[in-house]
């Protein structure tokens, strides 16, 4: 779609003094209607007071409104950070004169520091008054923290020639590793779904999108995947053949912001995909993809566009899943640098170092042992990451 649209929601964003330098970060998404609701959070023990409050409201699978900040975790604030929590979905819900218990509420920045309520509290008017149809990307730039770029994806299908859309806004750079969300989402849709088909449906997506990507192995004390169908669209989630459709444009939507993400890692020059295939399970397989994939050496071998193959065969090998090193290949795209355990050669070297150059490239790694598969998205680590985040509260 060529403008970011969902009928029955409503976004705007604002600056209410959250971040430095006066720019957007304070933002809120509204359904016109009551719509059902379903999330997925961090498994991180430290959650954050809005991961906390969501979790919980979630349970009656109904939403109408989420509102987000920027620029403050509201994480680690000891019982002051709940009470803050509340007061910006009571302030939203007031000025959308909704019920409190129908407003979400989500948080990214610093951890630690006490929230400015007073300064949401001030925006929050003009911010339900500038509500918009169209303000999706804005609303997409008002929660990016060290994001280089906005990060927005709608699609559109049609069900017996009626449409449905799917648009959703994610925001995530740093603190990014597949164990359930890895980031902010928020997912909008007009279709007609009861909670446990929408809950079930964000979680297939969720396990083939963000579960499959990482940037530096840390998760977030915030990271929430929330999604809203307000069944605007009369589209009833009633049969097969629709739920097919459905989960199909989700994951697709899903994926595309997956990928945004990886491409957007702090400092990132590179997005490569582990795809390890012939393991011995599918649950080793995935071992391995992760076990390469958060490797700092082989992180930086990617980075100095150099071709260290020994980098990445003994990351599977501490992986703790069952391999053969006699039985590995290796392949950096179609390049084939590593047979039954042991190097090709200076020449399959040098090509496979061109192969490093590119922006986006694959590393193969066939553990010849059994048919389990899994495929992980990553990125290579340089200098501009360390510089980002050692001065990222400063």
């Given amino acids: 779609m060529d403008k970011l649209l969902c009928p029955g929601f409503l976004t705007s964003s604002c600056t209410a003094g959250l971040k430095k330098h006066g720019v957007p970060d304070l933002g809120i998404i509204y359904s016109t209607v009551p719509a059902t609701a379903a999330g997925v959070f961090t498994k991180n023990l430290v959650k954050a007071a809005p991961v906390i409050l969501d979790m919980k409201r979630l349970k009656s699978g109904k ?223 995935k071992k391995i993809a992760n076990t390469i994939a958060n490797s700092n050496l082989v992180k930086t071998a990617f980075f100095g566009e150099d071709a260290n193959w020994g980098r990445i065969i003994a990351a599977a090998g501490r992986s703790k899943a069952l391999m053969d090193p006699d039985k590995v290949k290796i392949f950096f795209d179609d390049i084939l640098i590593v047979e039954n355990g042991a190097g090709c050669g200076e020449s399959s070297e040098l090509k496979a170092n061109k192969v490093l150059k590119l922006p986006e490239f694959t590393i193969t790694v066939d553990i010849g042992i059994g048919t389990g598969k899994a495929t992980v998205l990553t990125c290579d680590l340089t200098l501009e990451y360390i510089k980002i985040n050692a001065d990222y509260r400063t």
């Fill in 63 to 285: 939403a109408q409104a989420i509102i987000v900040n920027s620029g403050n975790a509201n994480c680690c604030t000891a019982k002051q950070g709940m009470v803050d929590a509340l007061e910006m979905t009571k302030y939203a819900a007031s000025s959308l004169n909704i019920d409190k218990e129908l407003v979400l509420v989500a948080s990214t920045g610093v951890i630690g520091l006490p929230l400015a309520i007073d300064k949401i509290k001030k925006a929050v008017p003009g911010l339900v008054k500038n509500l918009s149809k169209e303000s999706f990307t804005d609303l997409a730039k008002a929660i990016m923290t060290t994001d280089k770029f906005h990060k927005t994806v709608s699609e559109q299908q049609n069900i017996n020639g009626k449409p449905f859309t799917i648009t959703a806004i994610a925001k995530g750079a740093g603190m990014i590793c597949p164990d359930m969300a890895t980031m902010l989402c928020f997912i909008c849709t007009d279709i007609k779904a009861s909670p446990d088909f929408l809950k079930k449906s964000l979680l297939h997506a969720n396990d083939r999108s963000f579960n499959t990507i990482t940037v530096d192995g840390d998760t977030s004390t915030n990271d929430s995947v929330i999604i809203m169908a307000n069944g605007v669209s009369g589209i009833c989630m009633d049969n097969n053949k629709s739920a097919k459709l459905f989960q199909k444009t989700l994951d697709d939507v899903l994926i595309k912001l997956a990928k945004m993400i990886v491409r957007d890692g702090e400092g990132a020059t590179k997005l490569v995909k582990i795809n390890i295939c012939n393991a011995n399970s599918d649950k080793d397989a």
